[in-house]
């Protein structure tokens, strides 16, 4: 029998290397990859949803529940399309006038001067804007389907801050969509708004027959 | 510490492995395939807030009612309205991609331009619109001071009826030329049928919705015939009816085309022979004596043999059809069974409100018109004029005129003189008149040409003989607003607005069975240097000065149209609101809308889209205006044009069969038309392109059908690149084996091939109409194309 030249033996050295591999690829995938693959996007200005959402602090925002309150300012136009986010003359509802602010923060007071005195609409980003393959009817799944705002977008309506917008660099697309838990384990329905979360909705509530392709891609 | 091969491809396995249980290839695969549906050059509609707007669709003289939306200005999606009368929810592919034809710059002429590079070449450069004018009035004044103003000639597309058309005319008109000419199409043989027979001057409609069998020779319903938005959807509810009232198709044509295959029954006669079925199915009415007796005897001339007042004996109508059509020589004509015949004419007694239609393919190309007047004296014989089910012949639309034309004395001058091109008949002269002098004459025939709406050179038969008439005029100035085929050998473009950027109207819906008259404010702002034609016209009419200026004394287009429509206002006829009740109920209107304010009237129009007549009991008890005061079967009029003619007999002065003179050797060549292809002047969506099967279109080549049996006997196999050659020219094209083709025809779809246009219509194909032989037809001299012979070898 021949033996083995030195530098062909196995040793201890190569399954430290493969662990040191290993864990670096575990570090790189799940720290290093989410870090790089988003961009950061402060929104332009400070908008305090929990402020306005509380009917004792402000008192124009109608709504018997929670759910109603977010349809005042994120409304339903007359022909039943989805507003989205807020254009500058809702706000000027109540924040007509730049000369008296409503409250005493410096956001009110910025937003005074820089967008309302102006006529400026706010470049807000988007979280949960969808491609333009998908066809999504807010009307069916709020009016139709009863269902809450919190339930797909979360705790949003009861935060102080507006979190920051994280954008995918490869996709262009929100955090909101995917990446938060990155893994894809989901814990919160609103982790994840990817076709299968919304597949996965429907078939729990009985509406397996609106996982047909035609009634999201039309 | 040394570190080896093995340890380092352990390292690297390590890390291969460990990356796997990230997130990491994963996401970033589905991210990749995220990434490549949102490359910015991948165009997508804005978002923002919809705004709807209403309109009506000209790129054909449809005039369906469509729905625009609108982001922001921009449109971004054409649909049909399901309460406007004449389309009433249907729509046909092209109108579908209208939005395409206004926003692809490449399509569009986007200012005015001059020529840069040879004829035919569609190379130009832009110029402002002071230079175009100055270069076009310049050109215009020496014509009129140095030569004969009958040197300028105008080949019209437009709408025969419509206020633009009308504008042409009275420009030609006040400038002194009568060199007028309209396209060689199926409306003008149609309006020659009208005047002829019934001794109307306008178009013909079918009251379709009410009928219960239609007896169609070749008119391609499902291929665009007619207003393809109404016939489409007219189909579907046809076929949606319950049993009892189905109402049946009856499709004659020799190719299996998408109507014959959908059609209740499928007759395959040979090509051009129809008149001689229709006559034949009339013999056999008439012999049952089933056919409307009261009708005929009451308001037809000519029927029976008669006398005139000379005292001389002439044959009638009936007595010429027992003798020439009888079963026998029908079917030797047609290759038809006799018996189909009889199964036919059994079914048209029984039916209720039976129509028989003609016009082959979309209804575009010209049939002759003794054909299109045999195929109508089915529908004469059985008293289906203005009858609910029948023909409307009589749709008037009382728009109002503008006024005289104001004519100097050089124009009276020039006018009095005739036409330097021999006119038609009914004083309507058309283009093949113009290419036949243009190509025959010595002396120069015109010297400027205008183009206005009409491209020609890809649906003209025999248009490999329009090319060479082009290349002898000495100046061609087109108006299009799109870079159409024709206009490539233009050297002076003036552009129009696209449809959606300009008032548009539409008197008269292609076939629409009541009166009816669709206009449309403009919807979509125009982004280009372009002008409305009305607008250019009065504005050419002003820099030309004098009695030319005079007679357009209007200040823009709109105000043109609202002269018009006031005398529609005033005549209080009709509606200008959508009645409750679908104009076909034939029920009078009870609410029209009309106010009596011109102004308030005016908005109502604007916003309703149309005015229009429902025909009612009283549409029977018409007067025909021809010399008899009756249907003509043997027709007066033609008999003051007999030298014109060349009708020598009495038979020649009625409805027959007359085939077209062939070579005995070769193939027929037949071009089909499609629906979702435009073979008409507006170009079609490029993004139809993708609707075109492998079988007609691959790639660059274009596919003619051929029966299996032809193709073998002349030794042909499926996708063999082959030389069509007939007298005229040479084409190359693929052989597609086919059971769709009748055995001894060959098939080719019309409208590829083009010159003009963007990368994705140009030059996909080959253009078969340059290769048609035609003949003229005996009473108007319109082309006729159906007896094409080719030769086909291998290349």
Known sequence: MQTIPEYLRSSWKGWVLFGVGFVGALIVGWVIFPMVLYSQHPQPMNFNHALHMDPEKVSGIEGDSETERCLFCHEFRSDGTFAGIPKLSKCTECHEDPSSPLGQTPEEKEFMEKYVSSGKEIPWYSYYKQPDCVYFSHIAHVKMGKMECKTCHGNHGSLKVLPVYQQNRITGYSRNIWGYRISGLKKNTWDRMKMDDCAECHKKMGHENNNSCFVCHK | MEINRRDFIKFVVGGIAGIHVTPLPWKLTDDIAIWTQNWPWVPVP?????????????????????????????????????????????????????????????????????????????????????????????????????????????????????????MVRRFMQAFGSNSYFRLPDQDLVDRTVNWIMHGIKGSMGFDLENSDYILSFGAGLLEGWGIP????????????????????????????????????????????????????????????????????????FGFGDWVDQEGKSHKGFRSMVMEAYTPEKVAQITGIDPKEIKVIATELESAKAPVAIWGRGRGELPNGVYESMAIHSINIVLGRIQ???????????????????????????????????????????????????ILDSKEPVVDTLLLFQANPWITMPSSILLEKALKKVPFIVSFSPFRDDTSCYADLILPDHAYLEKFQEMVNPKGLGYAAYCISAPVLPNPYSTKALGDILIQLAGKLGGAIKESFPFKSYEEVLKQRTNSLFSAKRGSIKVQKEPPW????????????????????????????????????????????????????????????VGAKTDEDLMPQY??????????????????????????????????????????????????????????????????????????????????????????????????????????????????????????????????????????
């Open chain 2, 229 to 300: 938005g109404r016939i489409l959807n007219l189909w579907g509810e046809w076929k949606a009816r319950g049993d009892g009232a189905k109402v049946k198709v009856v499709q004659i044509e020799s190719r299996a085309s998408n109507t014959a295959s959908k059609a209740d029954r499928w007759i395959a006669i040979k090509p051009g022979t129809e008149a001689a079925l229709a006559l034949g199915i009339v013999r056999e009415l008439i012999q049952r004596g089933r056919y409307n007796v009261d009708f005929v005897n009451e308001h037809t």
């Open chain 2, 387 to 437: 009858r609910p089910g029948g023909v409307i012949v009589s749709k008037e639309v009382l728009l109002g005129d503008l006024g005289p034309v104001l004519t100097d004395e050089k124009a009276k001058e020039a006018l009095r003189q005739g036409t330097l091109v021999p006119a038609g008949i009914a004083e309507v002269s058309h283009l093949a008149d113009l290419v036949k002098a």
């Open chain 2, 658 to 795: 007359r085939g077209l003179e062939t070579e005995k050797a070769g193939l027929l060549f037949m071009p089909y038309e499609m629906v979702n292809w435009s073979s008409g002047w507006a170009p079609s969506p490029p993004y139809l392109t993708k609707t075109i099967f492998d079988h007609i279109l691959l790639k660059q080549d274009l596919f003619m059908e051929l029966n299996p049996t032809t193709a073998k006997e002349l030794g042909l196999r499926e996708g063999e690149m082959v030389e069509v050659k007939s007298k005229l020219g040479v084409l190359q094209l693929k052989v597609h084996l086919s059971e769709v083709a009748m055995p001894g025809v060959a098939y080719a779809p019309l409208g590829f091939g083009r010159i003009g246009y963007d990368e994705f219509l140009k030059s996909k194909g080959v253009n078969v109409a340059r290769i048609l032989t035609s003949q003229k037809d005996p009473i108007v001299g319109t082309p006729l194309w159906w007896g094409t012979r080719v030769t086909i070898n291998r290349v």
């Open chain 2, 585 to 644: 109920k034939w029920v009078e209107i009870k609410d029209s809308g009309i106010q009596g304010d011109d102004k308030k009237d005016w908005e109502t129009l604007l916003k309703s889209n149309i005015w229009y007549q429902p025909n009612t009991k009283e549409s029977a008890y018409i007067v025909f205006p021809t010399e008899s005061k009756k249907v003509e079967l043997m027709s007066l009029s033609l008999k003051r044009f007999r030298d014109a």
């Open chain 2, 46 to 166: 804005g978002r923002g807030e919809f705004k709807e707007a209403k309109s009506i669709c000209t790129l054909c003289p449809g005039g369906c009612g469509i729905r625009l939306r609108l982001v922001e200005k921009r449109g971004v999606k054409i649909e049909s309205r399901d309460e406007f009368p004449v389309n009433h929810g249907g729509i046909c592919p092209i109108g579908m991609g209208g939005l395409q034809l206004m926003y692809d710059k490449d399509l569009r002429f986007t200012s005015p331009m001059k020529r840069a590079g040879q004829r035919g070449e569609g190379i130009f450069v832009d110029i402002s619109w002071d230079e175009a004018y100055s270069i076009l009035v310049q050109r215009l004044k020496e014509l009129r001071e140095k030569k004969d103003p009958r040197l300028l000639a105008a080949v019209d597309g437009l709408p025969y009826e419509g206020s633009e058309s009308l």
